[in-house]
């Protein structure tokens, strides 16, 4: 399929450079617990603190949205690249790798994460063929260290060198002058 000379498969390559970390999407729905792998996922605002996930509309958990009141997003370590399979549907052996939800303020969290977040749904919008569902931070919960997220990149798991890094800006000392943009003529 294209939209205005984009085919989807050239969107989906170029989309994937843009790296990010991977979450499971835990929620309760009917007594049962519902999970799903994501990396859709981003912090919204600060204040109020929301985050947001995009989960496909045809998929199952979808399904559950009109009855789910919170849900918690799991940041995966990157020894939970399993993890990310089972709940994306693509694990091949017959035997789970271990996992445990454990309760919350928000409902299942799971265990040994490197950090989750619990939330209460704000909102869910349209996003194209997917939801995107806002919510309000209630809770937060830091796994032990060292931190080491799983990494997405390029359709393929990644891990990367935290021993290696330079500073980002502090954005308290933003100057009042804009920096100076140049366009080539
Ligand atoms: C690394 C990774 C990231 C993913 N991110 C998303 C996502 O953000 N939104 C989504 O709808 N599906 C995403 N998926 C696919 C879902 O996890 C997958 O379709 C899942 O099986 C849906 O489950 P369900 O239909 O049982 O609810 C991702 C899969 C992987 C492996």
């Not at 909102?123 to 939801?131: A, I, K, L, M």
């Not at 393929?156 to 920096?179: C, M, N």
Request: charged share 20%.
């Amino acid at each position: 399929m294209s939209a205005g000379g984009a085919d989807t498969r050239t969107f989906r390559d170029v989309a994937g450079l843009l790296a990010g970390g991977v979450a499971i999407v835990t929620m309760e729905a009917k007594g049962e617990v519902r999970a799903m792998t994501a990396n859709a996922v981003a912090s919204l605002s600060l204040d109020p603190m929301l985050m947001l996930f995009c989960p496909a509309k045809k998929s199952r958990f979808s399904g559950y949205l009109a009855d789910m009141r919170q849900f918690t997003l799991n940041f995966l370590r990157e020894e939970q690249e399993q993890l990310s399979s089972y709940f994306a549907g693509g694990w091949r052996q017959s035997a789970p790798p271990p996992f445990r939800f454990v309760p919350s303020q928000a409902g299942p969290r799971l265990e040994g994460s490197l950090a989750s977040m619990g939330c209460e749904v704000e909102r869910v919008s349209e996003g194209g063929d997917h939801w995107i569902v806002t919510g309000r931070v209630i809770t937060m919960h830091r796994g032990v260290e060292p931190y080491r997220p799983l990494v997405f990149f390029a359709g393929k798991y990644r891990s990367i060198d935290v021993s290696a890094g330079s500073p980002a800006p502090d954005l308290t000392q933003v100057l009042d002058e804009p920096p100076h943009v140049f366009y080539p003529h």
